[in-house]
């Protein structure tokens, strides 16, 4: 059968900010909140690379041709202009007005500012922070836990009901092949089941040398976590059926990151079960 569905790092030093007195008026907006809007933690932190994303702004780009240009790839990204007075005077709730809410949005963690006479662009985001290539092993352990326990209950994918069925074991050629289109997406920026030589998953698991009765896929792309990952499978029907099926014993896993490409990070599964 083949089922294929239709779709501890080291911390450095935190630079200096170079905007020490408008960081400091945002993140006291942060602790304060402002209207209905309650107060979010932690503070934001300031990039140099999004105070250049501002100064572009400054000189007329729009924020995603900015972001594109200074290469700051962000899971979310604002901008606010403001026509004011300098220093922490031009960030208080009552300057910013309605824009208020946007720096107390909860997962924005840097933001970047260009101040130009009484002209102030600031803009706030949330980096995509992927796992580092050498987590490998850990994210791959991490994505067969999360799967086993979501095979461990009952549940819907779409109408169907699945019954819970016996966890999945770790297949090392299943994760080769999982690497090797994962890569291949990546570095061609294409989301796909079939490759650019034509191939699909019951080709490529043969070609390495597993033989299988039963094989299936799960792609996904632009999620940083492995739980993310994880999520948007169990969140589409036929993903989801891909996991609660009982005709799967084994599975592989796998992630590639290239911060230059159309998703960011590519993430395959591949299930199945051997002769």
């Avoid at 602790?31 to 702004?57: D, I, K, W, Y």
């Avoid at 949005?105 to 050498?134: C, D, I, K, M, Y």
Wanted: glycine content about 6%; aromatic content about 6%.
């Amino acid at each position: 059968m083949l089922a294929i569905s239709t779709q501890l790092y080291a911390q450095s030093p935190e630079p200096e900010p170079e905007h020490p007195t408008l960081l400091s008026a945002v993140n006291a907006i942060r602790q304060q909140g402002c209207g209905e809007s309650p107060a979010q933690t932690p503070a934001l932190r300031e990039n140099a690379v999004l105070s250049r994303v501002a100064a572009l702004l400054a000189d007329g780009s729009k924020l995603n041709d900015a972001l594109k240009i200074a290469n700051y790839r962000a899971v979310h990204a604002t901008q606010i202009n403001l026509r004011t007075r300098i220093g922490s005077a031009a960030l208080t709730p009552n300057t910013l007005g309605k824009s208020c809410a946007m720096v107390l949005r909860p997962r924005l963690t840097e933001a970047g500012f260009h101040q130009r006479s009484n002209h102030l662009w600031v803009v706030v985001a949330q980096p995509f922070v992927a796992p580092a290539a050498a987590q490998g092993v850990q994210v791959e352990a991490r994505i067969l836990a999360l799967v086993n326990a979501a095979r461990a209950q009952p549940r819907h994918c779409g109408k169907d009901l699945f019954v819970a069925v016996p966890p999945l074991l770790h297949q090392s050629l299943l994760t080769e092949v999982a690497a090797g289109h994962a890569a291949d997406m990546a570095q061609h920026s294409y989301f796909n089941h079939t490759a650019r030589d034509g191939s699909t998953v019951d080709v490529r698991v043969t070609r390495a040398g597993y033989r299988w009765r039963s094989i299936g896929e799960n792609l996904a792309a632009g999620q940083a976590t492995p739980e993310l990952a994880v999520q948007s499978w169990l969140n589409s029907p036929g993903h989801c059926a891909n996991i609660m099926s009982p005709a799967f014993v084994e599975m592989g896993s796998a992630f590639v990151v290239n911060t230059k490409s159309k998703s960011g990070i590519y993430w395959v599964q591949v299930l199945g079960a051997g002769r």
